[in-house]
């Protein structure tokens, strides 16, 4: 499978395992994340949020209802929502998430932007885990014919220890912890010296549901991005 393939799977293995009922894909692009996701039966609130309003509204139709599932309709309801919207700002409708992810985004931010982000995804939207993965630079030696960084939209590409002390750093202002893992190995005998193509931190709030729900107070009603789609399944 590609590494766009195994990043995402990455992401369903975490939604088998842990069960979230909300959560929310930052840089949700062409929405095939969420069109996995949707297929979770515990599901009941997917959201998806993107900078770039006319690629997710070229694809969002995707998301649509088939007519088997209303042939076949689960217990619990899902609803769908896609917005227009920028990670640095901050919109009350995306408090208290199971789940955030944010797969391939951070190296498009600048560094002010992603401390802005820090700040909204830890520190406003407070989920009970985060998802983010990021192109892992030491690996980019084996990459055939690779001059510079991998895109040229990125505006960083982080070795393991820079990805690590941003992490961590982010862990102490905000309350989380986490684990670095990674997808696309290194060839036999370097995964140690190279580590993954992709290297990816999950983040989860160190006090639970009580410590990253939402909290009531003057901020709770700031909505700073555009509703493009919303459905009921
Ligand atoms: N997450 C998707 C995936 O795994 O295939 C897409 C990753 S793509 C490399 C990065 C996405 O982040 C693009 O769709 C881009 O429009 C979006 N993006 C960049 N800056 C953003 C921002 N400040 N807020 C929200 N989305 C942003």
């Given amino acids: 499978p590609s590494l766009h393939t195994q990043r995402h799977q990455f992401v369903i293995d975490f939604v088998v395992n842990n069960k979230p009922q909300k959560v929310v894909d930052l840089g949700c692009c062409e929405c095939k994340l969420l069109k996995k996701l949707k297929f979770h039966r515990q599901m009941k609130l997917l959201v998806g949020v993107d900078i770039n309003g006319a690629t997710v509204k070229k694809h969002m139709y995707g998301l649509a209802p088939l007519s088997t599932d209303y042939l076949q309709p ?53 989920p009970l885990a985060v ?11 084996l990459l055939p014919g690779l001059k510079g960084f991998r895109h040229s939209d990125h505006k960083f590409e982080w070795t393991r220890a ?24 290194a060839p036999p005998g370097q995964q140690e010296s190279v580590g993954f193509c992709s290297q990816i931190g999950v983040f989860r709030c160190l006090g639970g549901r009580d410590a990253c729900g939402p909290l009531l107070d003057d901020e709770d009603d700031v909505c700073s991005y ?6 009921n399944y």
Avoid at 103 to 113: T, V
């Fill in 131 to 141: 998802i983010i993965s990021t192109p892992n630079s030491e690996f980019n030696p």
């Fill in 74 to 126: 689960s217990e619990d309801e899902l609803r769908i929502e896609l917005y227009q919207g920028s990670v640095t700002e901050k919109d009350a409708r995306l408090r208290g998430f199971d789940l955030v992810t944010s797969i391939e985004l951070i190296e498009h931010l600048s560094l002010a932007s992603l401390s802005r982000f820090s700040e909204v995804v830890f520190g406003y939207m407070t």
């Fill in 226 to 231: 555009t509703l493009l789609y919303s459905v």
């Fill in 162 to 185: 820079e990805f690590k002390s941003w992490a961590l750093k982010v862990c102490k202002d905000y309350g989380y912890t986490v684990e670095f893992t990674g997808v696309g190995p």
